[in-house]
Nanobody, 120 residues
């Protein structure tokens, strides 16, 4: 499956953004999906995951602020980000896996990343 993320941008602290990830090539609904992020000079980290049926899991750092969702009819994954903080600044990646997991290496398909910058 091919993935393309978009929706990043510059936002003030406390603001909101919604990321989208369009999938093509394989049956999107067969995959568990995840969002990861990588800040400058840091390792890529897990943000949120959603199973094919809609079950969700979040990193503690974003729980209560971010919401992952999917529309299988539109082959699209979303990440609604509210109450953004300076430390949320990173390149955000969407990824696909054959099972729901928080582990980076378990995801075999990755989008190109979209930059999210939170300013004070």
């Amino acid at each position: 499956v091919q993935l393309q993320a978009c929706g990043g941008g510059l936002v003030q602290a406390g603001g909101s953004l919604r990321l989208s990830c369009a999938a093509s090539g394989r049956t999107f609904s067969n995959y568990a999906m995840g969002w990861f992020r990588q800040a400058a000079g840091k390792e890529r980290e897990f943000v949120a995951a959603i199973s094919w049926s809609g079950g969700t899991y979040y990193a503690d750092s974003v729980k209560g602020r971010f919401t992952i969702s999917r529309d299988n009819a539109k082959n699209t994954l979303y990440l609604q980000m509210n109450s953004l903080k300076l430390e949320d600044t990173a390149v955000y990646y969407c990824a696909a896996s054959t099972f729901q997991t928080t582990i980076t290496r378990d995801y075999g398909n990755w989008g190109q990343g979209t930059q999210v910058t939170v300013s004070s």
